[in-house]
């Protein structure tokens, strides 16, 4: 099948998913729960899922998942085969506190690499898409980063776990990131906050996440015209365009001077006490 097919299935798929989305939040009944302690996970995550699972079986039965609710299995994405990574719900807090940054992410990959990407934001009407080597769009209009030439002039998106613990270590790198760009947003879904550099709404982006969050959304951004990578080199054995440890995406000409400030501050030479 063609990339171009798999893309618009997709695109079909994402946006009856967004329906469902919708639907829920305007029913107001589903239930909510944490998972691993501290995750927040809904009804209409594991249903969503479960559609956007059942749809991929009918026209790609014999393809791999890796999906955050129902085939949560990292060591998927060490596989060469075709791989679906879908995210039914990259938002969940925002999507139960009715926030609007709420999206749905399907990127398929194969031999590691990731070839289409779909962010599909059902309550800001809007579908992100790529395809490897041709470009990217948001509702089918091309889309390219803002020139911003230097730090102090971006405007830098970011995250944090949901492990409270685990975010100490990273005040560092955001006070030195706020003490040098003009503003720092954190919006709640990594594939939009992606898909905002990729449109120049964003300049920038750094976060650690799971691939599910970014595996669509980074592609977007790098057929748009990003920069897009890691701070630190990737462990072996794991391909680079699935790895979300220190990932780091933003306009071409700050890629370095960003990278630079959150390695200053991994090693602590701005001496700030936390």
Not at 64 to 71: I, K, Q, T, V
């Amino acid at each position: 099948m063609l990339l171009k097919d798999r893309l618009n299935k997709a695109v079909e798929i994402a946006e009856e998913a967004g329906r469902r989305i919708i639907e829920a939040r305007q029913n107001s009944n589903f239930g909510q729960r944490y998972k691993d302690g501290s995750e927040l996970v809904t009804d209409v995550d594991v249903a969503v899922d479960t559609y956007i699972s059942g749809a991929l079986d009918q026209y790609f039965g014999d393809e791999a998942r890796l999906s955050e609710e129902l085939m949560p299995d990292k060591d998927a994405i060490t596989d060469s085969r075709a791989l679906w990574i879908i995210d039914p719900i990259d938002g969940t807090v925002n999507f139960a506190h009715g926030q609007r940054h709420v999206a749905v992410s399907i990127a398929w990959a194969e031999k590691g690499k990731v070839q289409i990407g779909v962010v599909h934001a059902p309550f800001l009407g809007e579908t992100f898409t790529a395809i490897r080597d041709e470009g990217a769009w948001c509702n089918n209009e091309a889309i390219a980063p803002r020139e911003c030439k230097h730090i102090a002039e971006a405007l830098v998106g970011t995250g944090f776990p949901y492990d409270r613990d685990a975010r100490l270590p990273l005040l560092r790198r955001l006070r030195a990131v706020l003490e040098n760009c003009r503003d720092v947003r954190r919006n709640g879904s990594a594939a939009l906050d992606l898909c905002d550099v990729a449109c120049g709404r964003l300049d920038a982006y750094y976060e650690s996440t799971s691939p599910w969050d970014f595996a669509a959304g980074l592609l977007i951004a790098r057929e748009a015209g990003a920069r897009t990578g890691h701070l630190y080199p990737c462990p072996e054995g794991i391909p680079k365009e699935l790895y979300g440890e220190n990932l780091v995406t933003s306009a071409p000409a700050i890629y370095s001077e960003l990278a630079s400030l959150l390695e200053k501050a991994d090693r602590n030479i701005f001496d700030y006490e936390l």
